[in-house]
């Protein structure tokens, strides 16, 4: 199983990054997918989480109102569109899934399925 993200880059504060991460090795219905960030000297930080069927989404205070998580599930991928982008957004990006959402917001070191990252990195 491989979940491989997407789609981070160098932007200016204010700009917008779209990340992708397409899933191979299994379908992931039933499974919460979504999105942890990881800064240089911090902790592993949830970001924000999507429910098999796309109506359900869940984030992080810090990015409520400028990012936006979807899910293609006939692509097997995962979306987190990045909107109004800060200077401490700046981190490697991983996508990851779950079947429980508890374990995706609050127990984020013992999701079943964590995927290489993509840096994003928000100048000033």
């Known amino acids: 199983v491989q979940l491989q993200a997407s789609g981070g880059g160098l932007v200016q504060a204010g700009g917008s990054l779209r990340l992708s991460c397409a899933a191979s090795?299994?379908?992931?219905?039933?499974?919460?997918m979504g999105w942890f960030r990881q800064a240089p000297g911090k902790e592993r930080e949830f970001v924000s989480a999507?429910?098999?069927?796309?109506?359900?989404?869940y984030y992080a205070d810090s990015v409520k109102g400028r990012f936006n998580i979807s899910r293609d599930n006939a692509k097997n991928t995962v979306y987190l569109q990045m909107n109004a982008l800060l200077p401490e957004d700046t981190a490697v990006y991983h996508c990851a899934a779950d079947n429980n959402i508890l374990t995706m917001t609050s127990r984020i070191y013992i999701v079943h399925y964590w995927g290489k990252g993509t840096q994003v990195t928000v100048s000033s």
């Open positions: 999507v429910s098999w069927g796309g109506g359900s989404a």
């Open positions: 090795g299994r379908t992931f219905k039933g499974y919460y």
